[in-house]
């Protein structure tokens, strides 16, 4: 017996007829009943019992197996291993051992104290097998694996790079996927492997590098299968990292394989090159063979490489596929550019292609270039002529020409070396055949040799060959004569025959043309018609090659004609199938056209297929007619039909198939008209079986009809599709009688058997509308009579009543059959309806009665308002001080026509205006409060006045202001009107607009705000500007102001520079300065002076700009300044700022022969406060006082803060 742990190799045991295993036939003595079959540990053995249940026996154990034939059976051995037969006690035993034993590094050793075989199994001694009709099948299998932890896999596994760290976690998820055939299916669909392996009758085997496993996993290769340390064994639960989605797993794994580089180019030739790449995934070494995974892996992935010229997405051509991770790339163009990328691929899954890798092939020889063409002939010379070839990146640098003469064993010699393409070989032999051939080169090296050219000088009395014999024909075809010939006879072995084949149409009369020339003696004919018939002569001739058309010399005599005809074509497909009579129910009438191309023969018959099923034909039809009709058909049945014809040319394709239906019968009388339940008052349910013959196309539609007796007219009450209805709108208490018929598409059947049947007693019926009586404006009487009852008595009306038909309200609800109606609207539409109720229940409502009421005074007017805007500036007078707007909202007529309205602005009277919905009232008084009330007036009276709107009319326009100058300068002018601030808190006062005059009648607006000052800017000098003002508030714009003249000052001229001084000699200088041109015709003069101290003198004035001046007192430090001015016309003088000052350069003093005496007093040297050492003092002053009072500030006001 076997134990629950070995379930799991129970269902992974394949059977006999799933396991490829190689045959080796033990046939044992006939005269031997018992057989023991050695199981070998860790190995399990499956048999099929008598009984054909499935008996697994694991190892070590002897299995005792009866035959029941005294026959040893065939034992199917696994491969890598051999059965061995061994006889001990006179029982024999067979054995299935390893070709050799195998370490493996997952499994622990075997101590060398315990047997490689044990002992037979006690329990299996006395349980004799009887062979069974199957043979039984042995498998080897691995025994559990030991269970390692995560920390003894660590410690044991190769140590990997951190930045790798990821790209190894992926390799092992594709492995685990790999070793547990994850991989096998993407999205439920079944995914091949890479390389197949060998296929295994009756079951499905997904191969792994050449290892089939079956779909529960149990492996069967040539060598004990080398398992990946695994935290389980083969027998425990599925990991969940197994049952993942098989769509992430597959997304997983096309993320890895898309991780590969770009391809690396290396020992690039002419011709060739070599690729190469880096796998995704690690290669295991050559001495790394135990590792089962590194296996799996490298021989899983196979890889596509792509080459192109040009780099676009469409030039790439697959030129390699394949395991091997380096490829050399052939048959390449020498010179040219080439794009490479690489496509890694996993059984089904393809990752994304790689970067592009451009590389350029080496330059090399030329190629071989064609053969040389004659161009003339004589007894003595040949002229050639020929074209270069392809220089494969190198310029052609010559060409090589050689010749020898044929039918003697001498080489072939150089003639001719240069770049022309033509050559004229001289000094020949005549009537001699000579072989020429050609060789181009470059700087690389020199080409292949073209083909040979053979030709022949001219003989010196050439005679004409013997007429050939006629051409024989070889094999036909549709559009072509394939034809042969022999040589004339008595011809020379050494002459060189020319033949010419000519060929005429038989029956055109055009006469024979030139078909073929050369020296074959075959040809085949092409482009010629179908089935028709061709005759052909041949010619023989001398010269061997490029005959003038025009030379007949050396020309033999035609041969016999003889005549020959091509093959006739298939013919084309018939026209397409049509009826020729509408289609009947049971027969079709159909016709084809003949087809457009018989193919070069008559159609000698046509063949029509008919199918109502889908992929069987009947033929049906056989004959040389175009027609025929099909009979015995169903009703209602779609057919297919189609027809092919045959001619001496073969059969030709189908036509265009033609579908058709024929027409349906119309349905049979329906079964079963029936009642389906209780009737009530106003129904009666019906229904009804289908009927028994649809006519050959479905009923999609019943009709049922009703009477109320059998000489009335009937009425249809139901027309669908179910075969029940309802039939309602029935008077309580009655008799009907029904009949149901079918519809089809063929048309309605006929009329069912009648069926009887009463309703209920029910409500009260349908009341008459109500009549309504005008009473006030505000009030209407609602009579009504009271309907039949239907059986019960009516107990109580209810009377809806509204504004509108489809919103009414319940009103009343009583035994009374009036009701008055008051507080209604005057010129209302009103709506009314009435309901009878029963013990029963509640009858109709009645039809719905209207009335109107009579119209009425206006209603008060709503929503009067002042116009705060300006929609009617137009219309407004120009004073808004005595107007105001008003505007309202017109109120409800109440049935008759507003004809005006009622202003009351608390006056005696109030102010009748017409039909409008805005009024202006005018000449009121200004900033006055006035009370205003609308009334609406129609021809019924005035209507109630509306509430009261208290309004206010705005104040007088303000006055222009004073306009005057207050500051003018040469390009600005500063206005100033009216007293107030420069600049106002708030702009809600009165505001100015002052305007300048720009032309003779023009004006601008310059400045418009509440500010009382202005500054003109950027104005000519000296010029007249006209200015007016004017005020505007809310009361409105004021008038403008007269014009005021305002006058611009002259500019003065701009500073100068520094004067120049240069010393002449002992205290004599020359001082200049810059020149300044007239302004507007106004002379510049100039004033240069003398500064000691705050001292200024002047000394000198005019319009020169030097001066010579002499220094009188030589003790004192003095400076120089120049200033100019402008003289008017008038006299007057405008002086400018004056320039910067200008300090006298040192002199040295004339040397004096008096002797100093030692006692003189040493004089005083005094420092002057000038100018600019002045306003350096004082600034500096000014920033240390600024700093002090920052400190101050920050320290009292902010900081305490």
């Known amino acids: 017996m076997m134990t629950d742990q070995h379930l799991p190799l129970l269902e992974a045991t394949p059977m006999l007829a799933e396991v490829p295993l190689l045959p080796h036939m033990i046939n044992g003595d006939g005269m031997q009943q018992m057989i023991l079959v050695q199981v070998n540990p860790g190995e399990t053995f499956t048999i099929r019992t008598e009984d054909g249940h499935v008996q697994c026996i694991t190892g070590p154990a002897q299995v005792p197996m009866v035959s029941p034939n005294g026959t040893m059976p065939p034992i199917f051995i696994p491969p890598g291993y051999i059965s061995q ?18 370490f493996h590094p997952s499994l622990p050793p075997v101590p060398p104290h315990l047997p490689l075989y044990t002992p037979p199994h006690p329990a299996m001694l006395h349980h004799p097998h009887v062979y069974p009709t199957e043979l039984p099948h042995y498998v080897h299998q691995l025994p559990a694996l030991p269970i390692y932890t995560e920390q003894d896999m660590m410690c044991h596994s190769m140590s990997v790079p951190i930045h790798e760290e990821r790209s190894v976690k992926m390799q092992e998820q594709l492995q685990r996927r790999l070793k547990g055939g994850y ?39 040539p060598t004990p299968p080398r398992l990946k340390h695994s935290g389980r064994t083969r027998a425990s639960p599925t990991s969940s990292y197994d049952v993942k989605d098989p769509e992430e797993e597959v997304r997983r794994v096309q993320e890895l394989l898309s991780a590969v580089c770009k391809p690396a180019v290396g020992s690039v030739t002419s011709r060739s090159a070599v690729l190469s790449w880096r796998p995704p995934l690690p290669i295991p070494s050559e001495t790394d063979t135990h590792s089962h995974t590194h296996a799996h892996t490298a021989l899983l992935l196979s890889y596509e490489l792509a080459l192109s010229q040009s780099g676009t997405e469409e030039d790439f051509k697959l030129v390699y596929q394949g395991k091997d991770t380096k490829c050399t790339v052939g048959d390449l163009r020498p010179a040219t550019n080439y794009y490479a990328r690489v496509c890694v691929a996993c059984s089904s899954v393809k990752g994304a292609q790689s970067e592009t890798v451009a590389f350029t092939t080496l330059c090399s020889a030329p190629d071989a270039p064609a053969a040389p063409r004659l161009l003339q002939r004589t007894k003595s010379s040949i002229s050639l002529q020929w074209r270069s070839p392809n220089d494969n990146g190198s310029k052609i640098t ?72 006629p051409p024989r024909m070889t094999e036909a075809g549709v559009t072509w004569l394939s034809l042969e010939w022999s040589a004339p006879c008595g011809s020379a072995s050494r002459d060189t025959l020319a033949y010419i084949l000519e060929m005429e149409e038989k029956g055109l009369g055009c006469g024979f043309q030139l078909k073929h020339r050369g020296e074959e003696q075959s040809y085949t004919v092409k482009d010629l018609k179908r089935f028709t018939s061709y005759q052909f002569r041949l010619h023989a001739h001398l010269f061997f090659k490029q005959v003038s058309a025009t030379d007949t010399e050396g020309t033999s005599q035609p041969s016999a004609v003889v005549e020959y005809r091509t093959q006739p074509d298939r013919p084309g497909s018939p026209g397409k199938l049509s009826l020729y009579s509408p289609a009947e129910p049971h027969s079709l009438h159909v016709i084809w056209e003949a087809p457009e191309d018989d193919g070069g023969s008559p159609i000698t018959q046509y063949i029509l297929e008919l199918s109502h ?77 289908p009927p028994v013959c649809d006519g050959g196309a479905p009923v999609f539609q019943y009709c049922v009809e009703m009477a109320q007796s059998e000489e009335e007219d009937q009425q249809q009450v139901f027309c669908g599709s179910d075969v029940c209805c309802t039939v309602n709108q029935l008077l309580p208490g009655r008799t009907y009688l029904f009949w149901v018929k079918a519809f089809s598409a063929a048309g309605w059947g006929s009329l069912s058997e009648m069926c009887q ?15 309504l009586t005008l009473k006030t404006s505000t009030s209407v009487l609602a009579t009504w009579q009271t309907p039949m009852c239907n059986g019960a008595e009516v107990c109580e009306f209810r009377m809806e009543w509204g504004l509108e038909e489809g919103a009414l309200e319940l009103l009343y609800c009583g035994p009374l059959t009036q009701y008055e109606v008051s507080d209604l609207q005057p010129a209302t539409e009103y709506h009314c309806r009435v309901q009878a109720v029963s013990v029963v229940g509640a009858g109709l409502f009645s039809d719905v009665a209207m009335v109107t009421t009579p119209a009425s005074v206006p209603a008060a007017v709503e929503h009067v308002e002042e116009i705060r805007e300006e929609p009617l500036v137009g219309v407004m007078a120009q004073n808004l001080a005595t107007t105001l707007a008003l505007q309202w909202k017109e109120p409800h007529c109440h049935g008759a026509e507003i004809s005006s309205y009622n202003i009351d602005i608390g006056e005696e009277l109030p102010l009748s205006v017409g039909k409008t919905s805005y009024y202006i009232l005018e000449n009121l008084q200004p900033d006055t409060t006035y009370r205003i009330r609308v009334q609406a007036v129609n021809s019924m009276g005035a209507g109630p006045f509306s509430s009261v709107l208290k309004l206010r009319t705005r104040g007088l326009p303000p006055e222009p202001p004073v306009l005057e100058c207050v500051v003018a300068g040469p390009q600005s002018l500063k206005m100033k009107w009216g007293e107030g601030p420069s600049r106002p808190q708030n702009g809600r006062g009165t505001h100015y607009c002052l305007h300048m005059q720009v032309g003779a009648d023009r004006s601008v607006c310059i400045y418009s705000g509440p500010c009382h000052t202005f500054k003109v800017q950027r104005l000519c000098e000296a010029t007249e500007y006209q200015f007016s003002i004017q005020a505007h508030s809310e009361a409105g714009m004021g008038p403008l102001s007269p014009p005021y003249t305002f006058s611009t000052t002259r500019s003065p001229p701009p500073q100068l520079k520094a004067p120049k001084v240069e010393p002449i000699e002992w205290n004599k200088y020359a001082v200049t300065w810059e020149v300044l041109q007239p302004m507007r015709g106004d002379p510049i003069v100039y004033t240069l002076q003398l500064l000691r101290g705050r001292e200024v003198e002047q000394l000198y004035k005019g319009p020169a700009t030097s001066y010579m001046w002499q220094n009188a007192l030589a003790s004192v430090t003095c400076r120089l300044r120049v200033c100019a001015g402008r003289r008017s016309q008038d006299g007057g003088e405008l002086w400018g700022q004056c320039s910067l000052s200008t300090s006298l350069p040192v002199t040295e003093p004339p040397r004096e022969h008096k002797t100093s005496s030692c006692h003189d007093p040493v004089p005083k040297r005094s420092w002057p406060l000038t100018d600019e050492p002045f306003a350096t003092i004082l600034l500096f002053c000014f920033v240390v006082l600024a700093v002090l009072f920052a400190v101050l500030i920050q320290y009292f006001v902010i900081e305490r803060q």
């Open 85 to 102: 037969m061994v006889e001990e006690n006179g029982m024999r035993k067979v054995l299935v051992l390893p070709h050799t034993v195998e």
């Open 183 to 221: 991989l096998g299916t993407a999205n439920g669909v079944p995914l091949p492997h890479s390389p197949p392996g060998p296929f295994i009758k009756g079951s499905q085997v997904a191969m792994h590098n050449g290892n089939s496993k079956s779909r529960t996993g149990l492996a069967a290769s």
């Open 398 to 469: 010559g060409f090589c020409l050689e010749y020898h003469e044929q039918g003697k064993q001498s080489a072939f010699k150089e003639v001719y070396s240069g770049l022309a393409k033509q050559y004229k070989v001289m000094r020949l032999m005549p009537s001699t055949k000579y072989a020429f051939r050609l060789a181009a080169k470059n700087d690389v090296g020199m080409s292949a040799f073209s083909a040979v050219l053979s030709c022949c000088t001219t003989s010196c009395a050439a005679s004409p060959p013997a007429p050939p014999s």
């Open 613 to 689: 099923t889908d992929g069987q034909w009947d033929a049906v039809y056989s004959g040389p007619l175009r027609q025929h009709v099909c009979e015995c058909l169903r009703e209602g049945t779609w057919y297919k039909l189609r027809v092919y014809c045959q001619s001496l040319g073969g059969q030709s394709q189908v036509s265009e198939i033609l579908s058709v239906e024929t027409p349906p019968l119309p349905p049979g009388p329906c079964q079963a008209l029936r009642t389906a339940g209780e009737a009530t008052s106003s129904e009666i349910p019906l229904c009804w079986d």
């Open 757 to 771: 049947a009463s309703t209920a007693p029910g409500p009260p019926e349908q009341c008459c509308a109500p009549e």
